[in-house]
């Protein structure tokens, strides 16, 4: 048993060693690329053809920073559910037995008073029947007795013993739940400090793109880009959604629904982003690593990065409405999955290239942008 658990504790170890390599190599690839394209800018070249090809590849390399962030972040999410979960294990192991103990106790003391009264009444009545030579109609009596008595124990024996084998079995996933515990926090601690690397990685490549956003005319082209891309997700989203009996819409919810998020609400729906672009949602500023919940019941069909928002989620609440969510640090949930309402769906994050962390939230009929101030309390 112990070289089975050592053969697959090795196998895991090894797992682990050729995860972290292929992830710090990838790491060292995008750092790389950084570099190099960080060179070319430093050539100060004024060519807008030259400074748009910088812009495209290190957006590039921000949507794959953002997704390696996102995997890391999904990775310690996950790790920190499992240390949940090991840590209510223990918690119930813990008060089984001291239950056990408790009935241990009260069954020793039972056997204790049984082997007493068979000891003081062996020494008077048996003795006495056996030396007096009793009627026969006594002798039974006391045999009858003398059998009870020794039935009691042997039963109280029986649960004794099932009881001890209960204890030790027990203290047996004791001792396993808890090795998964210390397993499980050194994992923590790992992907926390992978999780970091990539942050800090992010926050270069954002520099360098800060640098070729120079003037307001490159700022509100990034955004015009960044709004065609959002359209085009929006028209895929209503070809791919389809129409389920399951799914009613928002049209009664309207009004009664809860926000995704808590939060201060950053920027509201309509209000100027720049120059005529408008927000077609609202942004919810929240703190990095909070909860984001489904609004309402429906199928996730989108969950992916998209450029200027991006971990983004959509889903389809039927009736031609959906919900949109973007800026996530992570997405839990995949496409083709159904989801409830209130359901965790993804982690608040600045993805997208955001400085600050908060959800991009939107509510959608037919693909057209609609106020989620007015269907959420």
């Known amino acids: 048993m112990k070289k089975r658990l050592l053969f697959k504790a090795s196998i895991f170890a ?26 070319q800018i430093n050539q100060q070249q004024s060519s807008l053809k030259d400074t748009s090809r910088q812009r495209e590849k290190l957006m590039s390399l921000l949507k794959r920073d953002e997704q390696a962030i996102s995997n890391a972040a999904q990775k310690v999410n996950q790790t920190l559910a499992s240390l949940s979960g090991v840590n209510k294990k223990l918690l119930e192991l813990d008060s089984e037995k001291i239950n056990l103990d408790t009935l241990r106790q009260t069954q020793q003391k039972t056997l204790s008073k049984q082997l007493s009264s068979a000891y003081l009444a062996g020494n008077h009545d048996y003795s006495k029947m056996m030396l007096n030579q009793q009627n026969p109609a006594t002798v039974e009596r006391m045999l009858a007795y003398y059998q009870y008595l020794n039935n009691a124990r042997i039963k109280a024996i029986t649960s004794l013993k099932v009881t001890i084998e209960q204890i030790e079995t ?78 009613d819409g928002l049209a009664k919810l309207r009004g009664k629904l809860g926000w995704p998020t808590k939060g201060r609400l950053a920027s509201k729906f309509g209000s100027s982003r720049s120059g005529q672009i408008r927000w077609k949602g609202a942004v919810i500023a929240a703190p990095e690593g909070q909860n984001v919940n489904a609004i309402a019941h429906g199928t996730v069909i989108y969950a992916d990065w998209l450029r200027g928002f991006g971990m983004v989620m959509v889903i389809d609440h039927g009736e031609g409405y959906m919900s949109l969510y973007g800026h996530a640090q992570t997405l839990l949930i995949q496409p083709g999955e159904t989801v409830k309402k209130g359901e965790s769906i993804a982690l608040v994050g600045s993805s997208g290239g955001q400085t600050e962390s908060g959800l991009y939230f939107e509510i959608r009929h037919k693909g057209q942008a609609i106020n989620p101030a007015k269907y959420c309390r």
């Open 170 to 247: 027990i203290e047996v996933e004791q001792v396993s739940e808890q090795q998964k515990l210390n397993a499980l926090i050194l994992e923590q601690q790992k992907q926390a400090k992978q999780l970091g690397k990539e942050k800090s990685q992010r926050q270069l490549t954002l520099a360098q793109i800060q640098r070729t956003l120079t003037n307001k005319g490159a700022e509100l082209e990034q955004l015009q880009i960044e709004e065609a891309s959002l359209k085009r997700l929006i028209e895929q989203a209503v070809l791919a959604a389809k129409s389920s009996p399951s799914m």
């Open 14 to 39: 090894g797992l682990m060693i050729l995860t972290s390599s292929v992830q710090s190599a990838d790491l060292g690839k995008r750092e790389s690329e950084l570099k190099a394209i960080q060179a």
